[in-house]
């Protein structure tokens, strides 16, 4: 397995893993009918952002968009999000990813990683980012409309770099 910044070229090939992890209504804030280009506009952002592929061979198996959390004096300390295929979890595609992503975040200077909204639900996700080094700073109750179990709790996640 490979990881690569991605451009919008890969746009094809990310947006079917894409729209299958945000369609389940499970784990994503976008709607779950959201369309391709609007879905583009989501995850391909212009610079300072960073998108990245995990590739096996000719499959795009995972994906994560860095970016400034906030702009202006807030943007040292990076947001990110993190998609793997469904079909693929628990080969550690989502950790090799993470480590990536953890790694440009440095190389580009932030000196931290908040995740506004990790659905208290995705514990595969919670499990991966506290083996990271993150910690739950917050939690809102009902701020997920979860497809098939109602409103559930998000986390506020956050380490320094």
Do not use: C
């Given at each position: 397995?490979?990881?690569?910044?991605?451009?919008?070229?890969?746009?094809?090939?990310?947006?079917?893993?894409?729209?299958?992890?945000?369609?389940?209504?499970?784990?994503?804030?976008?709607?779950?009918?959201?369309?391709?280009?609007?879905?583009?506009?989501?995850?391909?952002?212009p610079p300072p952002a960073a998108i990245f592929?995990?590739?096996d061979g000719s499959d795009v198996?995972?994906?994560?968009?860095?970016?400034?959390?906030?702009?202006?004096?807030?943007?040292?300390?990076?947001?990110?999000?993190?998609?793997?295929?469904?079909?693929?979890?628990?080969?550690?595609?989502?950790?090799?990813?993470?480590?990536?992503?953890?790694?440009?975040?440095?190389?580009?200077?932030?000196?931290?990683?908040?995740?506004?909204?990790?659905?208290?639900?995705?514990?595969?996700?919670?499990?991966?980012?506290?083996?990271?080094?993150?910690?739950?700073?917050?939690?809102?109750?009902?701020?997920?409309?979860?497809?098939?179990?109602?409103?559930?709790?998000?986390?506020?996640?956050?380490?320094?770099?």
């Open positions: 397995m490979q990881v690569r910044r991605a451009s919008a070229a890969d746009w094809p090939r990310i947006w079917p893993l894409w729209h299958r992890v945000v369609s389940t209504g499970e784990t994503y804030m976008s709607a779950p009918d959201t369309d391709r280009e609007t879905a583009a506009g989501v995850w391909l952002l592929v995990a590739e198996v995972g994906t994560a968009l860095l970016k400034p959390a906030q702009p202006g004096l807030g943007d040292h300390v990076a947001n990110a999000a993190f998609m793997v295929d469904p079909d693929r979890a628990g080969q550690g595609i989502g950790r090799r990813l993470a480590e990536h992503v953890l790694d440009a975040a440095r190389a580009l200077g932030y000196t931290a990683m908040q995740f506004n909204a990790v659905v208290s639900t995705n514990t595969a996700a919670i499990a991966l980012w506290t083996s990271l080094g993150f910690d739950v700073l917050a939690t809102i109750p009902g701020a997920f409309r979860h497809a098939r179990l109602g409103p559930v709790a998000i986390h506020v996640m956050f380490r320094e770099l």
